[in-house]
């Protein structure tokens, strides 16, 4: 019986000589929709409300779109293939600041980590800005306590609800949220530009033309 993971593989090498397919289109678009959907949710968080929202509806749909594709998507888009444990993450960690990290086909221990926390921070980002929308919403959940104190909190950043109560802990959580978000997007750009100098590739652009370098020895597919 013929495996049908190696006669995939096979198919896809035939596509571009040294070249192996590994994202799929919706893990492609899911990932450049996502970038553009963030960016639009943090730029117009003082000034545009309702673009905003929307933007923030659109990553919240793009979470579960890939949780769901992580489950029964292509090989390299689920979860069971790259998410490891935490000893694997941190001896790919050391090996990196070793300079001695084998090239992973698809996400590698520190990358897969990168992606579930992404995964986490937007999905809470987005439900706190949810239950902001409406104050029933926030009725709905038990007592929230203040996480900033009220001398510090912006009147006009949590709307009807006030600065303290409920309301006002879900709105300082939001922000809270988003600015760990945006921390680690910077920490997943620059562990990007790592690897792409590190293996010689441009993961960027294997991110647009879904394609990577073939396996060599050594890698890890």
Known sequence: MTDPVTHDESQMKARTPGKIRVWDPLV??????????????????????????LAGYVVAALVAIRLIWGLIGSRYARFVQFV????ATLAYLGDMTRGRERRYLGHNPAGAAM???LLVMLSATAFTGWLLEEQGRVAMLPAIPQIVAPAFADEDEYG?????GEGG??????????NLTLLLVVLHVAGVALASVRHRENLARAMMTGEKRAPEPGDIA
């Open 84 to 87: 490891t444990g935490p000893r």
């Open 160 to 164: 009807e609800y006030g600065e303290g």
């Open 28 to 53: 492609r678009v899911f990932h450049w929709t996502l970038v553009a959907a963030f960016a639009v949710a943090w730029l117009s968080a003082e000034e545009l409300d309702t673009v905003h929202e």
């Open 169 to 178: 802990a879900i709105g300082e959580l939001h922000e809270v949220f988003a």
């Open 115 to 117: 992606i579930v926390a």
